[in-house]
């Protein structure tokens, strides 16, 4: 048994705090799976950082990072998660109870992030924050334990005349810590990988749905485009954007996603089943070319007139 100096030890607690904090992350996105997706603490965290952001700040990082703005803020939540967890590992290295509780700490803000939430259905939206910082501090008890518990060594010459093995104040169990963190990180790879492939298929059938979804013909036709309409000028976006350029202007980290052959009717005339029918001027469906200023003014007129 080799004695563990100063100089290896703190970066190997360091790397317990990062294991530990990616355990968390990893259950708690998978019990995500087993709740909602916005259950998630990187998602409750990010959405009540959003809700909370000056509107200045949220116009530049529009203009800074474009359609990436969300992916930016969860890789900046996700950097800070890490910093922290390093922290946490070297505090633990010397306080071990107290690093454990500071796991623990997150998970509770975690799940105070997700029952907040104005879409939160229940108090089981915390359950993902809980049960990941559940595991995140256990694991870091025990790989800091590794490092702070000697290993006892075979008997030698120099041991005590009783014939117990002498151990160094410095030693550790540098086989445990291994073993622990290796089954650890791929332990958190693969619970990770899972709850984030349950998460991405729970919208697959809503998705697919769309497709079996036919819109009656319009009555009434939109106007041909004028030829002039398109500059053609590098740098300028078309005069109408396809769907898959469209740029989803909202503040939601994960978006709901809806059946859209559910047998509903709503208030401003249009009937979901007669689209399903395929009946011509049931719903007395008309095609215009619309910018998004006008498009958004006749979405809030259309609210005020079902009630919402």
């Known amino acids: 048994m080799k004695p563990l100096s100063k100089g290896i030890r703190l970066p190997l607690a360091a790397l317990s705090g990062l294991l530990a904090g990616l355990a968390a992350l990893a259950v708690a996105e998978l019990v995500s799976a087993a709740v909602r997706p916005e259950s998630g603490p990187v ?25 990436s703005d969300k992916l930016v803020l969860q890789l900046g939540i996700l950097a800070v998660l890490a910093l922290l967890a390093l922290a946490l590992g070297v505090l633990a290295l010397r306080f071990r109870r107290i ?17 907040s939430r104005p879409d939160s259905t229940s108090t089981a939206d915390a359950l993902p924050s809980v049960i990941g910082s559940l595991v995140g501090a256990a694991l870091l008890y025990l790989l800091i334990g590794r490092l702070t518990t000697p290993r006892h ?21 540098r086989r445990g810590f291994v073993i622990a963190a290796s ?10 990988l899972l709850g984030r492939s349950l998460n991405g298929s729970r919208g697959e059938g809503a998705v697919a749905s769309r497709g079996k979804v ?6 009434s036709a939109a106007r041909p485009i004028p030829s002039g309409a398109a500059l053609h000028v590098p740098g300028i976006s078309p005069f109408l954007t396809p769907n898959g350029d469209f740029y989803r202007v909202d503040t939601a980290l994960v978006v709901p996603k809806v059946d ?8 401003v005339g249009f009937d979901r089943r007669a689209a399903r029918r395929g009946d011509a001027g049931v719903s007395g469906i008309t095609r215009r070319v619309r910018n998004l200023r006008c498009f958004a003014g006749l979405l809030g007129v259309l609210a005020r007139a079902s009630g919402c």
């Not at 041991?159 to 160094?168: E, V």
């Not at 859209?260 to 208030?267: F, V």
């Open 99 to 115: 690093g454990a509780a500071g796991v623990l700490l997150f998970g509770v803000v975690g799940a105070l992030a997700a029952t």
């Open 153 to 173: 060594a075979a008997p030698g010459p120099e041991d005590a005349p009783d014939g117990r093995a002498a151990t160094a104040p410095d030693g550790w169990d």
């Open 43 to 67: 998602i409750a965290v990010g959405g009540a950082a959003i809700d909370r952001t000056p509107p200045a700040l949220k116009d530049w990082a529009i203009r800074h990072f474009g359609t």
């Open 260 to 267: 859209a052959t559910l047998d509903t009717r709503t208030d």
């Open 183 to 192: 089954a650890s990180a791929a332990a958190s790879a693969g619970a990770g």
């Open 214 to 219: 036919l819109l009656p013909r319009p009555v």
